[in-house]
């Protein structure tokens, strides 16, 4: 036997004002934690982000449930570094001048890379943030712009960190030195012409596609202040100028027409 079911008492029926509830739930479950996410783009195109929070409940070590390890590895990836184990997220205490955050790239192939970043949340507005190259002695100001940089294939595990500050004024001047030195590829003359005012010892010079792919190499060792090298002729397109120098390698892109 059937009965008509009594509207007021079935448990079929939501309450009126769920979509408030579950707003409501929401806002107290809000984040105002500080988090950084950091971007990395490889030669091959893949996409890596990684994460840094702020908790006062955590260290500069390995922090159980509050630091995620990196368990799905890319031909090309970038990791923080704790305790020479790889994690994708890490939680800190805080951000200042005196925090490093080491972290390591893994390559495939040789080519030009960028580390940006992705994502601010919840940051003071006078945050900067670094990449510091160990090898060559450099600040480069993220909140500015990309940091791009030609690598060979490999790993790099104790080159790269991320900081808050630019603390050692030395390492400065050795930027703005290197910094000095120019080079390009003249489209008129099919030569590629390094200008070294500064008369630093010029090692090398190879020329790169966008694959990667070496199209010329050749040895210098040379202080002079103009040299010159013609290249044979080779298809128009972008490519990645690699000069290695006494204060560090330098890429630059170039378009040959």
Request: hydrophobic share 35%.
């Amino acid at each position: 036997m059937f009965h008509e079911e009594d509207p007021t008492s079935s448990m079929f029926i939501k309450p009126s004002n769920t979509k408030a509830n579950e707003k409501s739930t929401s806002q107290q479950m809000a984040d105002g934690r500080t988090k950084l996410r950091l971007g990395f783009n490889s030669v091959n195109t893949m996409h890596r982000q990684l994460l840094v929070t702020i908790d006062s409940l955590t260290t500069l070590g390995y922090d159980w449930g509050y630091d995620a390890p990196n368990i799905d590895n890319q031909i090309d990836d970038m990791f923080w570094l704790i305790d020479d184990e790889k994690y994708v997220i890490q939680a800190i205490h805080e951000m200042n001048e005196h925090i490093a955050l080491p972290f390591g790239l893994h390559l495939r192939n040789d080519g030009l890379n960028n580390i940006t970043i992705d994502k601010l949340e919840n940051t003071p507005e006078d945050l900067v943030v670094y990449v510091h190259d160990k090898e060559l002695n450099s600040y480069h100001n993220l909140s500015q712009d990309d940091y791009e940089i030609f690598l060979l294939a490999g790993d790099y595990l104790n080159r790269f960190e991320i900081t808050f500050s630019t603390n050692q004024a030395l390492d400065i001047e050795d930027v703005k030195e290197k910094a000095k030195i120019e080079v390009f590829y003249s489209n008129e003359k099919k030569h590629i012409i390094i200008q070294n005012p500064v008369n630093t010892l010029v090692k090398s010079i190879e020329l790169y596609n966008v694959l990667g792919q070496s199209i010329f190499k050749r040895e210098i060792l040379s202080t002079k202040n103009n040299i010159e090298y013609g290249v044979t002729p080779i298809r128009s397109g972008v490519y990645i100028l690699n000069i290695d120098t006494a204060n560090g390698i330098l890429s630059k892109k170039v378009l040959i027409e």
